[in-house]
């Protein structure tokens, strides 16, 4: 049977891919049904979500009030995650341009109080804003051909340069903002770099030793110390240490770190639609459970508990990362996503998303 790996399945590629109601597979059965919404980002204080069926994002605050909204087309900046306190949020770059490197996607912006503000900086056109803290707080990809990089802007302070291989660079940081790590990337994800950020009082600050890596994004433990690179057989890694690996899957499409822990995700295609593959591993790497589905998944996980959790066919499913055993089975929740606070956030048929404290 043919069957085909999809390296990565990030939020925006199935915004762009999974919005369509369900059709017949070669085999004859009906697929089952796309994810309609996905949680990106989310903390104590609001969440921002992609509406997959109407291909918009938008911002909720604590009370599952939509505060703001914003298209999801090849003109618009995509919506990366939250900047410095959700629902505020960035948005940059975008994933109709992401493939062509003389594309000049839209320019970055900053959306606080419902109200949208650009980034500042000169040039900033066709370039993304990983992360920002303020409208002169960010991180942002830069350089020339042959000459790339990931700059880091402060108030007050010359912007810091790191070089990378390529153009192309994803984010992701701990729930408390105090590390990240971006993966940038040119034309070929088997020569990528890692670099790892530590936030200071003073802003970002990046360590100028890259760490080489095969990928194009990653997911960070809560201590900001350890990595699971996407797009690679799964493998715990540390700045310039040498990677563990964890699960039996040959290929890690979406991960998530718990307190202990952690939980990967290996997605697919046959002829009978998606395939999925899921494992949770342990302290010490071990498998202590494992799911297939044929639904479209998320997996995420809790940086103060040895919780994870899966959403699939709008059911989510928590699991201790210690025992394997599943902790809570939640009823209607189409997305998912820990808040940092021991919250999980889930999202209902309309949207609309609820606070659910841990058991």
Same mark, same amino acid.
Request: aromatic fraction near 4%.
């Given at each position: 049977?043919?069957?085909? +790996? ?24 009906? #697929? ?22 109407? !291909? ?5 605050? #604590? ?5 703001? +909204? ?12 939250? !900047? ?32 949208? /503000? ?8 066709? +370039? ?11 991180? @942002? ?95 715990? +890694? ?37 395939? @999925? ?14 799911? /297939? ?15 994870? !959790? ?16 599943? @902790? ?32």
């Amino acid at each position: 049977m043919k069957h085909r +790996r999809l390296a990565v399945v990030p939020a925006l590629l199935l915004l762009t891919a999974a919005g369509c109601a369900p059709t017949a597979t070669t085999t004859g059965q009906p #697929r089952p049904r796309p994810a309609e919404f996905i949680v990106i980002d989310a903390d104590a204080h609001g969440a921002v979500i992609a509406d997959v069926r109407r !291909a918009a994002f938008l911002g909720a605050d #604590r009370n599952g009030a939509v505060v703001w +909204r914003a298209p999801q087309d090849t003109t618009a900046p995509d919506v990366t995650g939250c !900047a410095r306190r959700c629902p505020d949020a960035l948005l940059s770059g975008n994933s109709g341009a992401r493939n062509d490197d003389a594309a000049a996607g839209p320019a970055p912006a900053l959306i606080r109080g419902g109200h949208r /503000e650009p980034v500042r900086g000169a040039a900033l056109a066709g +370039r993304t804003v990983l992360t920002a803290d303020g409208a002169d707080d960010y991180i @942002v990809t830069g350089g020339t051909p042959g000459r790339w990089s990931l700059d880091t802007v402060r108030p007050g302070a010359p912007p810091t340069h790191v070089p990378v291989p390529g153009p192309h660079a994803s984010w992701t940081a701990t729930a408390d903002r105090r590390h990240g790590l971006a993966v940038a990337y040119g034309t070929d994800p088997s020569a990528a770099v890692a670099v790892w950020f530590t936030r200071t009082r003073d802003g970002w600050r990046p360590d100028p030793a890259t760490t080489p890596v095969t990928g194009t994004a990653a997911c960070l433990a809560p201590g900001g110390d350890r990595a699971i690179v996407l797009g690679d057989r799964p493998a715990v +890694r540390a700045p310039g240490g040498p990677a563990r690996p964890v699960t039996g899957l040959d290929l890690a499409s979406d991960c998530a770190f718990a307190a202990s822990g952690g939980i990967v995700g290996a997605y697919g295609q046959d002829a009978g639609g998606e395939t @999925v593959r899921v494992e949770v591993f342990g302290p010490t790497g071990a498998v202590v459970r494992h799911i /297939e589905s044929r639904h479209a998944t998320r997996v995420t996980g809790d940086p103060l508990s040895n919780r994870v !959790a899966y959403t699939a066919g709008g059911r989510t499913v928590e699991v201790d990362t210690v025992t394997g055993d599943i @902790v809570r089975t939640t009823e209607k929740a189409f997305g998912a996503r820990y808040d940092g606070s021991g919250n999980l956030v889930t999202v209902d048929a309309n949207g609309v998303p609820r606070w659910l404290p841990a058991t």
